[in-house]
């Protein structure tokens, strides 16, 4: 969820949203993974990005991609493909591992292989590198707003149920062959960095000690 946070919201940044329009995650989301704010959310995500089949999957399905749903979702596939029929990927494999992870998914969908992919990186749509950010890497960096430990606490222990039950689904004998072992999210969540005073008090404070009003 905070990446999913993060990600758009340094979009959206860079694209010259005004600072006082940006959400803290806290503002954004509550700490089960609805959306409670900014319903420009989904128009930048629409306009900036070529995503339309996960709001499909979550349209088709009830359960958006960023509310923790993915086990969810995948139920919901298994009523008409078998589980050999689905390849489920880690995204964390797949920017560390990328040669591996797209050699699976050439021998999972029996497509000609590609030698690009030996020796290049899997490309992060919001790598600070994408063209959309030149010039205001600096800017979208100082101009994130920083998690609260305690949402990040609550919301880790609510996904912990979710992860479970996604990992019961994902190790199971009737997989393809072709399905590379999938990184666990583990502690993870635990991990992410966090302020113990309060988001919004420090992003207007950000704001005021920046002096301008978008990037």
Known sequence: ?????????????????????V???????????????NIKIKNYLWSLTNNQCWYYTGYLTGYPFYDGGYAKQLKYFLNYFRRDQ???LS???????????????QLFLEIKWDNYWHDHP???????????FAGKVYCCKRM???????FRNTSALHFEEYNQELMKMVNVSNKSKFEPPFLGFGNSAYK???????PRELYNKKIRDYGYVAC
């Open 144 to 150: 994130l707003p920083e998690l609260g430990c305690k």
């Open 1 to 21: 969820m905070h990446s999913y946070f993060e990600w758009f919201t340094k979009i959206a940044i860079a694209e010259g949203m005004a600072f006082t329009e």
């Open 23 to 37: 959400k803290t995650c806290e503002e954004m989301f509550n700490t089960t993974g609805k959306q409670t704010g």
């Open 122 to 132: 899997f490309p992060f749509d919001d790598h600070w590198g994408h063209p959309r």
């Open 91 to 105: 995204g964390d494999d797949l920017f560390k591992n990328t040669a591996d992870v797209m050699k699976a998914i």
């Open 192 to 198: 992410v960095a966090c302020t113990n005073e309060d």
């Open 86 to 88: 689905i390849l489920i």
